[in-house]
């Protein structure tokens, strides 16, 4: 069964940073291209970076490029998202799956609120 558990989220004023990890179970990190997305209050889910399965090159959007890293601990099972300089426009529901579609069902997410 596949599991995919968010955390890290939680309450940072304008500038500050979160470290966001998701523990996968149930595949193998490296078949995957892994990715976080994020949904904010009455806005679609947008994915906003990945990480290539055949190379580890990495993506951003350009609303979070030069702020956040991707990065990924295949012995640990967990992708991980370093948010920097964080804005109030990155509040949202946090979430990693496959990318660019999510082939698993999603996990429960994890909150971030920033506060201005």
């Known amino acids: 069964e596949v599991q995919l558990v968010e955390s890290g989220g939680g309450w940072v004023q304008t500038g500050g940073s979160l470290r966001l990890s998701c523990l996968v179970s149930?595949?193998?990190?490296?078949?995957?291209?892994i990715g976080w997305f994020r949904q904010a209050p009455g806005k679609k889910r947008e994915g906003i970076s990945c990480m290539d399965k055949s190379d580890n090159s990495t993506y951003y959007a350009t609303s979070v490029k030069g702020r956040f890293a991707i990065s990924k601990d295949n012995a640990k099972n967990t992708v991980y998202l370093q948010m920097n300089s964080l804005k109030p426009e990155d509040t949202a529901v946090y979430y990693c799956?496959?990318?660019?579609?999510?082939?698993?069902?999603w996990g429960q997410g994890t909150q971030v609120t920033v506060s201005s």
């Open positions: 799956n496959t990318y660019p579609s999510a082939v698993w069902d």
């Open positions: 149930g595949f193998t990190l490296d078949d995957y291209t």
